[in-house]
């Protein structure tokens, strides 16, 4: 189901007052993130906001990758984005880089300088913290606050030369140390650091900070609505300080939406780095990350992703979003695209002894019985096949309806087959059931002489295509995205994955990776890029139901 995204909010209010008014002839937006690790869900609400909000108005969306903390960024990262962007099915209109922008922003610290709205201090990180006071009580002003025009030109020349070492000098603006917004007290807007950039390599060992930057990528670009979460709201008293007193010619408007929370995720790249690191998954692609390469590779599709963001919303308060209702959209989406098919995931033979010993016969199963248009397939049948280990129970309860001895089910798309003996191992596990046919019994055959309770599903023991299936659960198992005192690492789920080793139909075997299917029973599976000539890997995208309600 295509969600309809013209559903009004208060960013696009905003944004049609500004039409409507004349502020704006167009709207240009961006979508501005970090290459300090690979794109998650929460991003994908902000990318579908930012490019359908843009789309709709006929405007405008950059990317932009704001690499101005070389020491965390990698060229990995921006090629991941850059991917990610594109599958979710969005194009940009200009790629930038705010290390294009470096000459700029030194200017315009050169000029902040000269009108003494900036200074070079020399405090310690520790004695900064100190001077800048607290939430109740005023900052003290640097020792270093009133040097010179001249005095700051040279010493911030002399930064940007390479003569300090990294932490012995930072150039910050000059505004209020009495304000009651902290982010107004003298903040940083230069640091040195003597790193390689992945883009300037080693041009430059001085770079501007995430609050001095970002107002001016917004303002050489002509951004006419610049919306980040809620957490820079404070810091918007400051990207309109820098704004202004750059002079720039282009004034955005920055605007704060909630960000995203979703049970049992972590919604953070610092987290999720830590995962990574720590070897708790197999990497940012691993089915079980939240990361867009990860719900990719799991099965997820752009336009579940696309829909489940447009249903979230966008609101000015923070909340929590149950996890099951993108699952919600998956299961939607795939429900009538997928080919269903047949798998064993934990198999027991089944003998049927009385069926010809050298007999394969093909049968005509649907692939769709909701939907007559999806047409049959082929799919082999003999004496010996593969059934679900709980399919069958030695002493079952009562209203269990599948085999156990003298019971008699029917096989789907085939017979009626009733169980007469088993087969036990030295530890008295049943390793194999014997059972009977009826060949009158056949599906379509239009017999009418007795009917059974239930049907199984199966797969043929001698053709069947070997599969290995990965199962998962929530990786985090406490809902909320932070630990309350308890690291989240202690929060991991031991059993996130469970790996088991089965059968598929043989006609899988020419499944390729990304491809996806209705498991019978089981749920929906993606080809995984893992799997081989000899053995697909499956990755369970999501069960067949839910008890998740819209």
């Not at 300090?164 to 910050?172: A, I, M, P, Q, T």
């Not at 047949?342 to 050298?358: E, F, G, Q, W």
Request: aromatic share 10%.
């Amino acid at each position: 189901m295509e969600i309809n995204n013209s559903t009004s909010n208060f960013i696009k209010n905003i944004v049609k007052e500004d039409i409507d008014s004349g502020k704006h002839k167009e709207i240009i937006t961006r979508f501005p993130p970090e290459p300090n690790g690979y794109l998650h869900i929460g991003h994908a609400k902000s990318i579908v906001l930012n490019f359908e909000l843009a789309d709709e108005f006929k405007g405008k969306t950059n990317l932009r990758f704001d690499d101005t903390n070389p020491i965390k960024e990698d060229t990995e990262y921006v090629e991941s984005i850059k991917d990610d962007v594109k599958w979710l099915g969005f194009k940009w209109d200009e790629l930038y880089f705010a290390s294009d922008y470096f000459e700029d922003m030194y200017d315009k610290a050169k000029l902040l300088i000269k009108k003494g709205k900036a200074y070079v201090c020399d405090l310690t990180a520790d004695d900064m913290k100190e001077y800048r006071g607290t939430l109740t009580e005023p900052g003290k002003e640097s020792p270093y606050r009133n040097r010179s025009v001249e005095e700051n030109l040279n010493l911030f020349e002399k930064m940007k030369d390479g003569n300090f070492k990294d932490g012995e000098k930072v150039l910050r603006a000059k505004i209020d140390m009495d304000s009651p917004n902290m982010n107004m007290r003298d903040p940083i807007i230069y640091r040195i650091s003597h790193t390689s950039h992945h883009n300037t390599l080693n041009k430059w060992c001085i770079y501007p900070m995430y609050d001095f930057a970002h107002p001016l990528e917004d303002a050489i670009e002509g951004i006419t609505h610049s919306i980040c979460t809620l957490e820079f709201e404070d810091h918007r008293p400051l990207y309109d300080w820098v704004v202004k007193e750059c002079e720039m010619k282009s004034v955005p408007r920055q605007i704060e939406f909630a960000r995203l929370n979703i049970t049992n995720t972590v919604m953070s790249k610092r987290k999720l780095k830590l995962l990574v690191d720590e070897k708790v998954v197999d990497g940012w692609d691993d089915p079980r990350m939240p990361t867009i390469a990860g719900l990719r590779r799991r099965g997820y599709t752009s336009q579940a992703i696309r829909n489940f963001c447009r249903a979230i919303g966008v609101a000015k308060a923070n909340s929590l979003v149950d996890s099951q209702m993108l699952d919600h959209f998956i299961r939607e989406d795939l429900m009538p695209k997928v080919s269903r098919t047949m798998a064993v995931l934990r198999p027991l033979k089944l003998v049927i002894t009385n069926y010809p010993k050298d007999q394969v016969e093909m049968l005509d199963i649907e692939n769709n019985g909701d939907d007559p248009k999806a047409g049959i397939r082929k799919v082999p049948f003999s004496r010996e096949i593969y059934i679900e280990q709980d399919d069958f129970m030695e002493n079952p309860p009562k209203k269990y309806h599948r085999l156990y001895l003298g019971n008699e089910v029917r096989l789907k798309g085939a017979y009626f087959v009733k169980c007469n003996d088993v087969i036990k191992d030295e530890a008295g596990n049943v390793t194999e059931i014997h059972c009977t046919y009826d060949l009158d019994t056949k599906s379509g055959s239009g017999f009418t002489g007795r009917k059974v309770k239930g049907t199984i599903h199966w797969v043929d023991a001698n053709m069947a295509k070997k599969a290995e299936f990965r199962l998962y659960e929530p990786l985090i198992l406490d809902h909320e995205d932070g630990d309350e005192g308890k690291h989240f690492l202690e929060q991991i789920n031991p059993n996130s994955m469970e790996i088991v080793e089965g059968f598929v139909e043989p006609f899988m075997k020419c499944a390729k990776t990304q491809d996806k299917f209705q498991l019978v029973r089981h749920g929906y599976f993606n080809v995984d890029e893992r799997s081989t000539e000899d053995k697909l890997v499956l990755n369970r995208i999501v069960s067949l139901k839910s008890s998740f309600k819209l």
